[in-house]
């Protein structure tokens, strides 16, 4: 048995979907209740769909009885606010874990690369089933910030840049990248962040918008790349040396969500 897992994914592991009018929808997420949930960054987040329907973003595993990160229930008072953000949630018809709102605020790109991680969606995922992938709809008009992807998380050759501009649309295995969001702001960025079960109603939403696994990579001086692997470095062997000193194991700068 293996994961039941998308074509459209096997090449790079990411789509960009066609670009929405989102200029067309009520700004929702500006009325959304906001909960404090340390992730990568400085981050709120606005549950949608949580495990029980309760205002809070653990993980579905983190809960009794544990379980993954499928069937999730709508957080009523939150959905009441953004019926748009819920339709879009809903509109590929798969399977749908947990789905918020993200709020970012501003970052810089050494942050952001300190910042790489994996998501952790297939916890406790049955084989045989379908492979959790991430939806990321930018709400935001974040056009000069950009998505980081890294299939190796100390490469800068394996980095993809997609910008963030209102509108994007992207269905990213997280599990896979090390990825991480460079906010330049000034203002914070929203994106409504959905986990969805891999499958023939993925695929077929997948294809309807055109999904395109090739994306142009916003372009970076590589001196300023290489000055920020340094600084990443740098900062990652102090706190590995903290954490020696006090006699923790170092398991990086990883959280459960972003
Ligand atoms: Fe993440």
Redesign the pocket.
Known sequence: MSYIRSQAFEETGYVVLDRYDQEADPKEWLDLEYVDWKS?GDTRFAPLASAFGEMECNGFWNHTPPRTDKDGVWVEANVAKAPHLKARAEEPGANIGRCRVIELQPNDYAEALYNL?Q?DNNRLNPDGTGWIVRGFFNLSDDKDSCIILREDRFDPETEVRIALPAGAQLIVD?QRFW?AVWQKGPEPRYCLITSWESGPALDAYIEKYHGNPHSASLPLDPAFVEEAQAQVRRRLAERAAILAAKGKADHGPVDP??
């Open positions: 990568s991680h998501d997280t990825h969500e972003a």
